[in-house]
Protein backbone atom coordinates (compact mmCIF):
# COMPACT_ATOMS: atom_id res chain seq x y z
CA UNK A 1 0.00 0.00 0.00
CA UNK A 2 1.18 3.47 -0.72
CA UNK A 3 -0.43 6.47 -0.13
CA UNK A 4 -1.00 9.28 -3.21
CA UNK A 5 2.85 11.18 -1.98
CA UNK A 6 4.63 7.79 -2.10
CA UNK A 7 6.97 6.51 -4.97
CA UNK A 8 5.61 3.61 -6.60
CA UNK A 9 7.11 0.12 -6.80
CA UNK A 10 9.08 -1.04 -9.61
CA UNK A 11 7.84 -3.48 -12.00
CA UNK A 12 8.65 -7.01 -11.80
CA UNK A 13 11.57 -7.48 -13.92
CA UNK A 14 10.97 -11.30 -14.54
CA UNK A 15 9.50 -14.56 -12.92
CA UNK A 16 11.36 -17.20 -10.38
CA UNK A 17 13.06 -19.79 -12.28
CA UNK A 18 12.05 -22.99 -11.38
CA UNK A 19 15.31 -25.72 -10.82
CA UNK A 20 13.97 -28.58 -8.82
CA UNK A 21 10.63 -29.59 -7.26
CA UNK A 22 10.86 -29.33 -3.48
CA UNK A 23 9.41 -32.66 -1.77
CA UNK A 24 5.53 -32.31 -1.17
CA UNK A 25 4.31 -33.01 2.26
CA UNK A 26 0.60 -30.93 1.92
CA UNK A 27 -1.86 -28.01 1.46
CA UNK A 28 -3.27 -25.58 4.57
CA UNK A 29 -4.43 -22.49 2.22
CA UNK A 30 -7.55 -21.48 2.99
CA UNK A 31 -9.92 -24.12 2.55
CA UNK A 32 -11.04 -26.16 5.71
CA UNK A 33 -11.62 -29.47 4.12
CA UNK A 34 -9.48 -31.68 1.17
CA UNK A 35 -9.86 -31.02 -2.11
CA UNK A 36 -9.57 -32.38 -5.41
CA UNK A 37 -6.98 -31.21 -7.99
CA UNK A 38 -7.53 -28.15 -9.39
CA UNK A 39 -9.25 -28.12 -12.83
CA UNK A 40 -8.00 -24.91 -13.98
CA UNK A 41 -5.34 -22.18 -12.93
CA UNK A 42 -8.38 -20.21 -11.77
CA UNK A 43 -9.15 -22.86 -9.21
CA UNK A 44 -5.49 -23.50 -8.55
CA UNK A 45 -5.34 -19.49 -8.05
CA UNK A 46 -8.38 -19.42 -5.41
CA UNK A 47 -10.18 -17.34 -8.20
CA UNK A 48 -13.81 -18.01 -9.89
CA UNK A 49 -13.35 -19.07 -13.37
CA UNK A 50 -14.42 -16.31 -16.06
CA UNK A 51 -17.72 -17.33 -18.00
CA UNK A 52 -16.21 -15.61 -21.14
CA UNK A 53 -13.17 -13.57 -22.58
CA UNK A 54 -15.51 -9.90 -21.62
CA UNK A 55 -13.48 -8.01 -19.15
CA UNK A 56 -15.70 -8.46 -15.73
CA UNK A 57 -15.90 -5.41 -13.05
CA UNK A 58 -16.66 -6.16 -9.38
CA UNK A 59 -15.75 -4.14 -6.13
CA UNK A 60 -17.47 -2.52 -3.27
CA UNK A 61 -18.46 0.47 -1.55
CA UNK A 62 -18.08 0.52 2.48
CA UNK A 63 -18.69 3.31 5.06
CA UNK A 64 -17.33 2.97 8.14
CA UNK A 65 -17.94 5.63 10.95
CA UNK A 66 -16.48 5.20 14.22
CA UNK A 67 -16.58 6.68 17.75
CA UNK A 68 -14.22 6.55 20.17
CA UNK A 69 -16.10 6.68 23.25
CA UNK A 70 -13.09 6.39 25.87
CA UNK A 71 -12.03 9.06 27.34
CA UNK A 72 -10.89 11.49 25.52
CA UNK A 73 -14.33 10.60 23.71
CA UNK A 74 -14.07 11.71 20.00
CA UNK A 75 -14.61 10.83 16.36
CA UNK A 76 -11.75 8.79 15.38
CA UNK A 77 -13.32 7.25 11.78
CA UNK A 78 -15.55 8.45 8.67
CA UNK A 79 -14.19 6.23 6.02
CA UNK A 80 -15.36 5.54 2.64
CA UNK A 81 -13.52 2.81 0.48
CA UNK A 82 -14.16 2.80 -3.36
CA UNK A 83 -12.60 -0.69 -4.54
CA UNK A 84 -13.28 -1.92 -8.14
CA UNK A 85 -11.60 -4.77 -9.36
CA UNK A 86 -12.07 -5.96 -13.29
CA UNK A 87 -10.80 -9.23 -14.40
CA UNK A 88 -10.39 -10.41 -18.07
CA UNK A 89 -9.05 -13.48 -20.74
CA UNK A 90 -6.51 -12.15 -23.16
CA UNK A 91 -6.74 -15.81 -24.73
CA UNK A 92 -4.47 -18.83 -25.21
CA UNK A 93 -4.54 -19.01 -21.43
CA UNK A 94 -3.82 -15.83 -20.72
CA UNK A 95 -5.69 -14.20 -18.21
CA UNK A 96 -5.44 -10.83 -16.60
CA UNK A 97 -7.22 -8.57 -13.20
CA UNK A 98 -6.32 -5.19 -12.14
CA UNK A 99 -7.62 -3.57 -8.78
CA UNK A 100 -7.49 -0.25 -6.73
CA UNK A 101 -8.97 1.06 -3.83
CA UNK A 102 -9.42 4.99 -2.79
CA UNK A 103 -10.51 5.60 0.73
CA UNK A 104 -11.32 9.23 1.87
CA UNK A 105 -11.38 10.00 5.70
CA UNK A 106 -12.80 13.27 6.45
CA UNK A 107 -12.32 13.15 10.52
CA UNK A 108 -8.41 13.65 9.52
CA UNK A 109 -9.08 17.00 7.42
CA UNK A 110 -11.04 18.74 10.00
CA UNK A 111 -10.05 17.44 13.46
CA UNK A 112 -8.03 18.74 15.56
CA UNK A 113 -7.65 15.91 17.79
CA UNK A 114 -4.99 13.87 15.67
CA UNK A 115 -1.11 15.15 15.08
CA UNK A 116 -0.72 16.93 11.35
CA UNK A 117 1.13 14.07 10.23
CA UNK A 118 -1.37 11.79 11.17
CA UNK A 119 -4.32 13.56 9.28
CA UNK A 120 -1.76 13.86 6.05
CA UNK A 121 -1.51 10.18 6.59
CA UNK A 122 -4.80 8.89 6.82
CA UNK A 123 -7.22 11.27 5.45
CA UNK A 124 -7.18 10.15 1.55
CA UNK A 125 -4.97 7.10 0.26
CA UNK A 126 -4.92 5.08 -2.67
CA UNK A 127 -4.31 1.31 -2.70
CA UNK A 128 -3.49 -0.82 -5.40
CA UNK A 129 -5.12 -4.25 -5.19
CA UNK A 130 -4.70 -7.15 -6.88
CA UNK A 131 -2.67 -6.57 -10.36
CA UNK A 132 -1.90 -9.49 -12.23
CA UNK A 133 -1.15 -11.46 -15.47
CA UNK A 134 -1.90 -15.57 -15.35
CA UNK A 135 -0.36 -18.23 -18.00
CA UNK A 136 1.07 -22.07 -17.88
CA UNK A 137 3.66 -22.99 -18.85
CA UNK A 138 5.32 -26.70 -19.16
CA UNK A 139 3.07 -28.03 -16.89
CA UNK A 140 3.03 -25.14 -14.25
CA UNK A 141 1.08 -22.14 -14.07
CA UNK A 142 2.24 -18.62 -13.02
CA UNK A 143 0.90 -15.40 -11.78
CA UNK A 144 2.90 -12.24 -11.99
CA UNK A 145 1.92 -9.04 -10.38
CA UNK A 146 0.70 -7.80 -7.11
CA UNK A 147 -1.18 -10.95 -5.50
CA UNK A 148 -2.41 -11.83 -1.85
CA UNK A 149 -0.35 -15.58 -1.27
CA UNK A 150 -2.47 -16.57 1.59
CA UNK A 151 -0.53 -19.94 3.28
CA UNK A 152 -2.84 -19.46 6.76
CA UNK A 153 -5.85 -18.52 7.57
CA UNK A 154 -7.55 -18.27 11.36
CA UNK A 155 -10.24 -16.25 12.74
CA UNK A 156 -9.15 -12.70 13.40
CA UNK A 157 -5.69 -13.34 13.63
CA UNK A 158 -2.83 -13.40 11.71
CA UNK A 159 0.06 -17.02 12.35
CA UNK A 160 1.15 -19.26 9.19
CA UNK A 161 0.36 -16.08 6.55
CA UNK A 162 3.62 -14.97 6.89
CA UNK A 163 3.72 -13.71 3.01
CA UNK A 164 0.95 -10.69 3.75
CA UNK A 165 1.61 -7.17 4.50
CA UNK A 166 -0.99 -5.50 6.23
CA UNK A 167 -2.35 -2.05 6.61
CA UNK A 168 -2.33 -2.06 10.78
CA UNK A 169 -3.80 1.86 10.61
CA UNK A 170 -6.88 -0.03 12.05
CA UNK A 171 -4.96 -2.76 13.93
CA UNK A 172 -6.60 -6.14 13.42
CA UNK A 173 -10.22 -4.12 13.37
CA UNK A 174 -11.30 -4.35 9.28
CA UNK A 175 -11.91 -7.54 7.73
CA UNK A 176 -8.93 -9.35 6.23
CA UNK A 177 -9.91 -7.86 2.64
CA UNK A 178 -9.35 -4.51 3.62
CA UNK A 179 -6.02 -5.37 5.48
CA UNK A 180 -4.33 -7.44 3.00
CA UNK A 181 -1.37 -5.62 1.37
CA UNK A 182 -1.05 -7.94 -1.75
CA UNK A 183 2.84 -8.14 -2.73
CA UNK A 184 4.65 -7.54 -6.12
CA UNK A 185 5.95 -10.83 -6.76
CA UNK A 186 6.30 -14.57 -9.36
CA UNK A 187 4.31 -17.54 -8.27
CA UNK A 188 4.64 -21.22 -9.54
CA UNK A 189 2.33 -23.73 -9.16
CA UNK A 190 2.55 -27.54 -10.00
CA UNK A 191 -0.51 -30.06 -8.67
CA UNK A 192 0.00 -33.50 -9.40
CA UNK A 193 -2.78 -36.13 -7.30
CA UNK A 194 -3.54 -35.10 -4.37
CA UNK A 195 -0.42 -32.80 -3.88
CA UNK A 196 1.12 -29.49 -5.16
CA UNK A 197 3.63 -27.48 -4.70
CA UNK A 198 3.82 -23.47 -4.81
CA UNK A 199 7.06 -21.28 -5.08
CA UNK A 200 7.02 -17.55 -4.56
CA UNK A 201 9.57 -14.75 -5.57
CA UNK A 202 9.21 -11.68 -4.11
CA UNK A 203 11.54 -9.05 -5.82
CA UNK A 204 10.58 -5.77 -3.89
CA UNK A 205 8.85 -6.17 -0.72
CA UNK A 206 5.79 -4.67 0.45
CA UNK A 207 5.53 -3.79 4.63
CA UNK A 208 2.87 -3.24 6.95
CA UNK A 209 1.50 0.46 7.06
CA UNK A 210 1.74 1.38 10.63
CA UNK A 211 0.52 5.11 10.52
CA UNK A 212 2.10 7.79 12.25
CA UNK A 213 2.58 8.38 15.66
CA UNK A 214 -0.27 9.87 17.61
CA UNK A 215 -2.78 7.64 15.31
CA UNK A 216 -4.87 5.39 17.11
CA UNK A 217 -3.21 2.55 16.68
CA UNK A 218 0.44 3.19 16.35
CA UNK A 219 2.22 -0.17 17.07
CA UNK A 220 3.83 1.67 20.76
CA UNK A 221 1.78 2.32 23.40
CA UNK A 222 1.08 6.25 23.17
CA UNK A 223 -1.33 8.48 25.19
CA UNK A 224 -4.27 9.86 23.51
CA UNK A 225 -4.12 11.95 22.11
CA UNK A 226 -0.71 11.95 21.65
CA UNK A 227 1.30 15.31 22.47
CA UNK A 228 3.47 16.86 19.91
CA UNK A 229 6.85 16.39 21.56
CA UNK A 230 5.95 12.65 22.43
CA UNK A 231 5.71 12.28 18.76
CA UNK A 232 8.62 13.25 18.09
CA UNK A 233 10.91 10.96 19.44
CA UNK A 234 9.50 8.25 16.69
CA UNK A 235 10.93 8.43 13.81
CA UNK A 236 9.96 7.33 10.08
CA UNK A 237 10.11 3.77 9.40
CA UNK A 238 14.17 2.81 7.65
CA UNK A 239 13.09 0.65 4.57
CA UNK A 240 15.69 -2.08 3.32
CA UNK A 241 16.69 -1.18 -0.14
CA UNK A 242 15.28 -1.87 -3.40
CA UNK A 243 17.79 -4.72 -4.09
CA UNK A 244 17.82 -7.91 -5.64
CA UNK A 245 19.52 -9.63 -2.43
CA UNK A 246 16.82 -8.35 -0.27
CA UNK A 247 14.18 -9.85 -1.85
CA UNK A 248 12.05 -12.36 -0.20
CA UNK A 249 11.41 -15.85 -1.61
CA UNK A 250 9.98 -18.75 -0.37
CA UNK A 251 8.01 -22.21 -0.88
CA UNK A 252 5.22 -24.02 0.51
CA UNK A 253 4.43 -27.77 -0.70
CA UNK A 254 1.03 -29.95 0.34
CA UNK A 255 -0.80 -33.14 -0.16
CA UNK A 256 -3.35 -35.67 1.63
CA UNK A 257 -3.04 -38.01 3.90
CA UNK A 258 -5.60 -40.13 5.07
CA UNK A 259 -8.01 -37.75 4.72
CA UNK A 260 -5.66 -34.82 6.31
CA UNK A 261 -4.95 -31.82 4.30
CA UNK A 262 -0.74 -31.23 5.28
CA UNK A 263 1.22 -28.28 4.44
CA UNK A 264 4.86 -27.35 5.06
CA UNK A 265 6.25 -23.76 3.81
CA UNK A 266 9.61 -21.87 4.27
CA UNK A 267 10.37 -17.50 3.85
CA UNK A 268 12.99 -15.72 3.90
CA UNK A 269 12.20 -12.33 3.71
CA UNK A 270 12.28 -8.94 5.91
CA UNK A 271 9.50 -8.94 8.55
CA UNK A 272 6.48 -7.32 7.44
CA UNK A 273 6.26 -5.19 11.00
CA UNK A 274 9.61 -3.26 12.37
CA UNK A 275 11.07 -3.43 15.32
CA UNK A 276 11.72 -0.02 17.42
CA UNK A 277 15.49 0.49 18.20
CA UNK A 278 16.73 2.92 20.72
CA UNK A 279 19.05 5.76 19.53
CA UNK A 280 21.16 8.42 21.32
CA UNK A 281 20.66 11.51 20.01
CA UNK A 282 23.34 13.45 23.14
CA UNK A 283 20.73 16.48 22.46
CA UNK A 284 19.55 16.75 26.31
CA UNK A 285 16.12 18.22 25.40
CA UNK A 286 15.28 15.31 23.23
CA UNK A 287 17.98 12.66 24.83
CA UNK A 288 16.52 9.58 22.54
CA UNK A 289 14.37 8.58 19.45
CA UNK A 290 13.50 5.52 18.41
CA UNK A 291 13.79 4.19 14.89
CA UNK A 292 11.77 1.40 13.20
CA UNK A 293 13.65 -1.02 11.26
CA UNK A 294 12.80 -4.09 9.60
CA UNK A 295 15.04 -7.24 10.45
CA UNK A 296 16.22 -10.05 7.98
CA UNK A 297 14.01 -13.02 9.19
CA UNK A 298 12.99 -17.23 8.18
CA UNK A 299 10.60 -18.19 8.90
CA UNK A 300 9.00 -21.97 8.63
CA UNK A 301 5.79 -23.31 9.34
CA UNK A 302 3.26 -26.17 8.73
CA UNK A 303 -0.44 -26.69 8.85
CA UNK A 304 -3.45 -29.02 8.48
CA UNK A 305 -6.79 -29.00 8.25
CA UNK A 306 -9.16 -32.29 9.07
CA UNK A 307 -12.92 -32.61 8.58
CA UNK A 308 -14.78 -34.75 10.75
CA UNK A 309 -18.69 -34.85 9.86
CA UNK A 310 -19.69 -31.37 10.19
CA UNK A 311 -16.38 -29.95 11.96
CA UNK A 312 -12.96 -28.68 11.24
CA UNK A 313 -10.07 -29.00 12.66
CA UNK A 314 -7.32 -26.82 11.47
CA UNK A 315 -3.71 -25.92 12.97
CA UNK A 316 -1.10 -23.52 12.73
CA UNK A 317 2.79 -23.28 13.81
CA UNK A 318 5.45 -21.47 12.74
CA UNK A 319 9.37 -20.64 13.92
CA UNK A 320 10.89 -17.67 13.42
CA UNK A 321 14.18 -16.60 13.56
CA UNK A 322 16.45 -13.37 13.03
CA UNK A 323 13.63 -10.76 14.39
CA UNK A 324 14.45 -8.47 17.55
CA UNK A 325 12.22 -6.95 19.83
CA UNK A 326 12.25 -3.71 21.90
CA UNK A 327 13.05 -4.23 25.06
CA UNK A 328 13.30 -1.98 27.99
CA UNK A 329 16.36 -3.15 29.46
CA UNK A 330 18.50 0.12 29.39
CA UNK A 331 21.94 -2.27 29.32
CA UNK A 332 21.31 -3.36 25.29
CA UNK A 333 22.84 0.44 23.71
CA UNK A 334 20.09 -0.14 20.88
CA UNK A 335 17.26 -1.10 22.95
CA UNK A 336 16.60 -4.41 21.32
CA UNK A 337 16.90 -8.09 22.30
CA UNK A 338 17.18 -11.33 19.89
CA UNK A 339 14.68 -13.90 19.82
CA UNK A 340 13.40 -16.59 17.80
CA UNK A 341 9.87 -17.51 18.39
CA UNK A 342 7.26 -20.27 17.81
CA UNK A 343 3.94 -19.31 17.10
CA UNK A 344 1.32 -21.85 16.93
CA UNK A 345 -2.65 -22.57 17.01
CA UNK A 346 -5.33 -24.59 16.81
CA UNK A 347 -9.12 -24.18 15.82
CA UNK A 348 -11.82 -26.02 15.85
CA UNK A 349 -15.19 -25.09 13.54
CA UNK A 350 -18.70 -26.29 14.07
CA UNK A 351 -21.47 -25.39 12.32
CA UNK A 352 -24.97 -25.18 14.30
CA UNK A 353 -27.36 -28.01 12.60
CA UNK A 354 -30.72 -26.04 12.88
CA UNK A 355 -30.02 -22.83 12.14
CA UNK A 356 -27.81 -20.94 9.95
CA UNK A 357 -24.49 -19.86 11.62
CA UNK A 358 -21.11 -21.35 13.29
CA UNK A 359 -19.07 -21.28 15.99
CA UNK A 360 -14.84 -21.52 16.20
CA UNK A 361 -12.57 -21.90 19.09
CA UNK A 362 -9.10 -21.49 19.32
CA UNK A 363 -6.24 -21.97 21.50
CA UNK A 364 -2.90 -20.13 20.43
CA UNK A 365 0.56 -19.37 22.04
CA UNK A 366 4.06 -17.46 21.39
CA UNK A 367 7.01 -19.15 23.03
CA UNK A 368 9.94 -16.84 23.20
CA UNK A 369 13.01 -18.95 22.85
CA UNK A 370 16.99 -17.78 23.48
CA UNK A 371 16.29 -16.07 26.82
CA UNK A 372 12.37 -15.82 27.23
CA UNK A 373 9.45 -12.95 27.39
CA UNK A 374 10.92 -11.19 30.69
CA UNK A 375 13.00 -8.15 28.38
CA UNK A 376 10.50 -8.07 25.50
CA UNK A 377 8.64 -4.90 26.20
CA UNK A 378 5.18 -5.55 24.28
CA UNK A 379 3.79 -8.90 26.26
CA UNK A 380 1.92 -10.98 23.89
CA UNK A 381 0.73 -13.58 27.49
CA UNK A 382 1.87 -16.64 28.12
CA UNK A 383 -1.51 -18.56 26.55
CA UNK A 384 -4.49 -17.21 24.71
CA UNK A 385 -8.32 -18.48 23.50
CA UNK A 386 -10.37 -16.94 21.33
CA UNK A 387 -14.39 -18.15 20.36
CA UNK A 388 -16.41 -16.71 17.56
CA UNK A 389 -20.15 -16.95 17.64
CA UNK A 390 -22.25 -16.40 13.90
CA UNK A 391 -26.00 -17.10 13.58
CA UNK A 392 -28.84 -15.75 10.98
CA UNK A 393 -32.63 -15.15 12.14
CA UNK A 394 -35.43 -14.41 10.19
CA UNK A 395 -32.77 -14.34 6.76
CA UNK A 396 -31.61 -10.96 7.61
CA UNK A 397 -30.47 -10.56 11.08
CA UNK A 398 -27.20 -11.94 12.05
CA UNK A 399 -25.61 -11.40 15.33
CA UNK A 400 -21.78 -11.64 15.95
CA UNK A 401 -19.60 -12.27 18.71
CA UNK A 402 -15.97 -12.31 18.44
CA UNK A 403 -13.76 -12.41 22.23
CA UNK A 404 -10.02 -12.88 22.41
CA UNK A 405 -8.08 -13.04 25.53
CA UNK A 406 -4.31 -13.55 26.33
CA UNK A 407 -3.33 -14.62 29.87
CA UNK A 408 -0.23 -13.57 31.49
CA UNK A 409 -0.41 -10.12 30.34
CA UNK A 410 -1.29 -9.71 26.48
CA UNK A 411 -4.96 -8.40 27.14
CA UNK A 412 -8.03 -8.94 25.51
CA UNK A 413 -10.41 -8.47 22.77
CA UNK A 414 -14.15 -8.26 22.44
CA UNK A 415 -16.16 -7.21 19.53
CA UNK A 416 -19.94 -7.90 19.51
CA UNK A 417 -21.57 -6.66 16.45
CA UNK A 418 -25.21 -7.26 14.37
CA UNK A 419 -25.51 -7.23 10.57
CA UNK A 420 -28.85 -6.94 9.04
CA UNK A 421 -28.83 -8.03 5.14
CA UNK A 422 -32.51 -6.78 4.16
CA UNK A 423 -30.98 -5.61 0.84
CA UNK A 424 -29.58 -7.14 -2.11
CA UNK A 425 -26.08 -7.35 -2.11
CA UNK A 426 -25.92 -4.87 0.74
CA UNK A 427 -25.42 -4.97 4.61
CA UNK A 428 -25.54 -2.53 7.26
CA UNK A 429 -23.71 -3.16 11.03
CA UNK A 430 -23.29 -2.12 14.30
CA UNK A 431 -20.87 -3.44 16.37
CA UNK A 432 -18.39 -1.80 19.46
CA UNK A 433 -14.84 -2.89 19.72
CA UNK A 434 -13.24 -3.44 23.30
CA UNK A 435 -10.14 -3.59 24.45
CA UNK A 436 -8.77 -4.91 28.07
CA UNK A 437 -5.27 -4.91 29.65
CA UNK A 438 -2.38 -4.07 30.78
CA UNK A 439 -0.72 -1.08 28.63
CA UNK A 440 2.17 -2.98 27.58
CA UNK A 441 -0.34 -6.15 26.31
CA UNK A 442 -0.59 -6.75 22.75
CA UNK A 443 -4.27 -6.04 22.97
CA UNK A 444 -4.12 -3.95 26.23
CA UNK A 445 -2.08 -1.22 24.74
CA UNK A 446 -5.00 -0.14 22.58
CA UNK A 447 -7.49 -0.08 26.02
CA UNK A 448 -7.90 3.87 25.80
CA UNK A 449 -9.58 3.13 22.13
CA UNK A 450 -12.87 1.27 22.99
CA UNK A 451 -15.10 2.40 20.12
CA UNK A 452 -18.52 2.13 18.60
CA UNK A 453 -18.49 2.22 14.81
CA UNK A 454 -20.92 0.98 11.74
CA UNK A 455 -20.72 -0.59 8.63
CA UNK A 456 -22.18 -0.29 5.48
CA UNK A 457 -21.24 -2.31 2.28
CA UNK A 458 -22.11 -2.68 -0.64
CA UNK A 459 -20.90 -5.24 -3.34
CA UNK A 460 -21.46 -5.26 -7.19
Do not use: C
Not at 248 to 260: E, I, K, P, S
Not at 274 to 289: C, N
Amino acid sequence: MWHVHSRLKPLLQGILVLGMLFPIIGNAQTAPTAKETPASRDALFGDAPAESQDAKLSGFYEFTPAYTYADPKHWSRAVSRLAVDARGDLGSGVKWKLGARVDVDPVYMGSNFYLQDVKENQRVTAIWRENYLDFDAGGWDFRVGAQNIVWGDVVGLFFADVVSARDLRDFLLPSFDVIRIPQWAARAEYSTGDSHVELVWVPVQAFDNIGKPGSDFYPAPLPSPTPSNVAAVFQNPDRPSSSLGNSAYGFRANTLVGGWDIAGFYYRSFSSSPTFYRELTGVASQPLTYQPRYDRIWQAGATFNKDFGSMVLHGEAVYGSGQNYATLDSAPPNGVVSRSTVDWIASLDVPFSEIEGRTNFQVFQRIYLDGGDDAVALKSGSLGVSAFVSAKFGGVWEPQLLWIQTFGGGGGLVRPRINWAGIKNATFSLGVDIFTGANNGYFGRYNERDRIYGEVRYSF
